[in-house]
T-cell receptor, first 117, second 114 residues
């Protein structure tokens, strides 16, 4: 158990809908990272938040957005969903992450499996 | 363009045998290099990482990896595999300065023959 929790575990929705995925980082970790894992695209980094502020952006679509709240939990919002958005979405956290990606070990949650029908 | 190649999609080895998973990268400078493992139904777990210094890196669970600049490779090795090592293994590269440029390989699925 990494100490990172994600809810829900599974999510099934229809095209055009909007969903919110939630992540609680390990106690004391300031950075949260979101990843998408799909059969087509493989594993991709989406976005990083550090202590409430966006730190780095990867291959995140404009239909997707994220935020990190004062209690450090994070939410990933996916809107106007398409069939191709079906994937496993991982959240990871690290202690700081303020000095660049590679300096901190990231701890991954178990993921949220999103199915868009 | 930056890229990471894991040429082996699926490898099967016998329990107790040695293992080597290949990873090649294409990058302008020496990047930060990582190996992650993903067990079925689980998230990723960091096995080891290379930033600088000694090119042979020791990780958790008895794994090690060797950075070879001349071959642009960062192969993962284990002298004797256990059935619990069956999982998907991902190699990844990232520059120090920008997480937005992290790239993962497509993964190698490891099966263990009893």
């Amino acid at each position: 158990d990494s100490g990172v929790t994600q809810t829900p575990k599974h999510l099934i929705t229809a095209t055009g809908q909007r969903v919110t995925l939630r992540c609680s980082p390990r106690s004391g970790d300031l950075s949260v990272y979101w990843y998408q894992q799909s059969l087509d695209q493989g594993l991709q980094f989406l976005i990083q938040y550090y202590n409430g502020e966006e730190r780095a952006k990867g291959n995140i679509l404009e239909r997707f957005s994220a935020q990190q709240f004062p209690d450090l939990h994070s939410e990933l919002n996916l809107s106007s969903l398409e069939l191709g958005d079906s994937a496993l979405y991982f959240c990871a956290s690290s202690a700081t992450g303020s000095r660049g990606f590679g300096t901190d070990t990231q701890y991954f949650g178990p993921g949220t499996r999103l199915t868009v029908l | 363009a930056q890229s990471v190649t894991q040429p082996d999609i699926h490898i099967t080895v016998s329990e107790g045998a040695s293992l080597e998973l290949r990873c090649n990268y294409s990058y302008g400078a020496t990047p930060y290099l990582f190996w992650y493992v993903q067990s079925p139904g689980q998230g990723l777990q960091l096995l080891l990482k290379y930033f600088s210094g000694d090119t042979l890196v020791q990780g958790i669970k008895g794994f090690e990896a060797e950075f070879k600049r001349s071959q642009s490779s960062f192969n993962l090795r284990k002298p004797s595999v256990h059935w619990s090592d069956a999982a998907e293994y991902f190699c990844a590269v990232a520059p120090y300065s920008s997480a937005s440029k992290i790239i993962f390989g497509s993964g190698t699925r490891l099966s263990i023959r009893p």
